[in-house]
């Protein structure tokens, strides 16, 4: 059951990662251009020798169609001179996706090659310390890893924490996290220049929080598998479907579709607008940021209720997890192990005294190997842990919930009938 997760990961791995960025396409690359009579001559004449390739999207004015490129809702911009004579322009801006701007230009390259050739005008550059446009998405990576490890440890504890505690260990974690990701990239490895330190170091805490809040929302729902779920949604949809590594237009059509829905997409939208000036306006960022944080604070409410009457359940029916009876079977093996070390080094498992030799030979078992002694002597110091531990461990067998004195009588009145279950 345990290599649930390994199978998981290699799983996710090969249809997320492997399966979007094995074989990128070049296709539909979104192109503004003037509407002009001159532009719609050029432009036909390129989908007629290269079709499907470009997707033209027409502008009233330059300013517009330049404006697209660089908010990033286009690759580039075709201008054509309105009397058609004259050399053409493309509007490139290599700030907000290296990759694509790469796939403009050398293709326009190559189409105007045998006639006057093409100017490239790249608005907005990236800067030398991080050349290939990569600081960006892995700056993005690191924080929703912050966010979802941190209140996936939350949730792994179980029901016991309160929604106060929870909040307050997410809201320390963020800052945390958020300094000590900024103080590498910006400070030590000089990815961006230190004048952005606190802006971005604000923006990581509120994304690293929002993230965490809505995993802690929805571990409620998925217990100790929490993991799956979270790696899913911020690792391995987040990361092909954000436009990150390459354009949306270069992957499958299934993580383009996911895009706007996707933390990593508003994430590297925000930093490339904060750092560079490129990128979609700041709201977008916020609505999304906000609906992920809604949605962590409904599940965080419905959850813990929801969670809470099941264990009730539990308990007043004598009823244990699968969880519960592995850990108990690995806490009595543990114990009797334990004791036998401490018999074979001469200590009392009971007492931690020493004991002498005659003790130890009046004590072996009628073998003379002393497996007899081990054994009862592991079953009495475990014996009372054993009477001492009834139901589910991974929420404080039921204490959590505040039923402390009903637990102790329904124990007492109704023993839990060994070997009866219900999963998680």
Same mark, same amino acid.
């Given at each position: ?8 990961f ?31 001559a ?15 999207? &027409? ?26 004579q004259?050399?053409?322009e493309?509007?490139?801006?290599t ?5 694509a701007?790469?796939v ?6 190559q ?26 998405? &892995?700056?993005?990576?690191?924080w929703?890893?912050?966010?979802y ?19 307050g ?15 590498i ?16 170091? %604000?923006?990581?805490?509120?994304w690293?929080?929002?993230? %965490? ?15 799956g ?6 690792v ?26 996707v933390?990593?997409?508003?994430i ?7 750092? &560079? %000036?490129?990128?979609?306006? &700041?709201?977008q ?12 604070v ?35 093996h ?9 018999l ?13 030799r ?67």
């Amino acid at each position: 059951m345990q290599l649930w997760l390994p199978v998981f990961f290699i799983t996710a791995f090969c249809l997320c990662y492997i399966l979007a960025f094995h074989s990128p396409k070049i296709q539909d690359v979104p192109v503004a251009v003037v509407n002009s009579p001159a532009t719609s001559a050029v432009t036909q004449k390129i989908e007629t020798n290269a079709p499907n390739m470009f997707s033209f999207r &027409y502008f009233g004015d330059e300013n517009s169609a330049v404006d697209s490129v660089r908010k990033g809702d286009t690759a580039g911009a075709l201008i054509v001179p309105a009397s058609g004579q004259g050399q053409p322009e493309v509007v490139i801006a290599t700030a907000h996706q290296f990759q694509a701007a790469n796939v403009v230009e050398s293709s326009f390259q190559q189409i105007f090659a045998t006639a006057q050739g093409v100017r490239i005008n790249n608005i907005v550059q990236l800067p030398s310390s991080d050349s290939f446009g990569q600081g960006a998405m &892995y700056m993005m990576l690191s924080w929703c890893i912050g966010g979802y490890m941190v209140a996936m440890f939350i949730g792994m504890m179980g029901v016991p924490l309160s929604h106060s505690t929870r909040i307050g260990v997410l809201t320390g974690g963020a800052i945390m996290l958020a300094l000590l990701a900024n103080v590498i990239t910006g400070l030590i490895l000089g990815v961006y220049k230190t004048q952005y330190f606190t802006q971005m170091t %604000g923006l990581a805490i509120l994304w690293i929080f929002t993230i %965490g809040l809505f995993v802690n929302g929805i571990s409620y729902f998925f217990g100790r598998f929490i993991a799956g779920p979270a790696l899913l949604l911020f690792v391995f949809l987040s990361m092909p479907a954000s436009g990150a590594a390459f354009p949306a237009w270069m992957v499958p059509s299934f993580f383009s579709h996911l895009q706007p829905y996707v933390v990593g997409h508003g994430i590297t939208e925000m930093i490339k607008r904060l750092l &560079y %000036g490129v990128g979609e306006p &700041y709201w977008q960022g916020f609505v999304l940021m906000a609906a992920y944080a809604i949605v962590g604070v409904l599940t965080m409410i419905v959850g813990k209720r929801w969670r809470e009457s099941k264990e009730i359940d539990r308990i007043l029916n004598g009823k244990t997890t699968m969880m519960a009876e592995a850990q108990g079977a690995m806490l009595r093996h543990g114990m009797e192990n334990r004791a036998k070390t401490l018999l074979r080094h001469g200590i009392d498992p009971e007492t931690g005294d020493r004991l002498y030799r005659s003790d130890i030979d009046e004590d072996k078992g009628s073998n003379g190997d002393g497996s007899h002694a081990d054994s009862s002597a592991a079953a009495d110091v475990v014996a009372e842990l054993e009477n001492s531990v009834h139901g589910d461990m991974m929420t404080n067998t039921g204490r959590s919930l505040g039923l402390g004195d009903v637990d102790r009588e329904y124990d007492i009145r109704h023993p839990a009938v060994p070997g009866r279950h219900e999963d998680d």
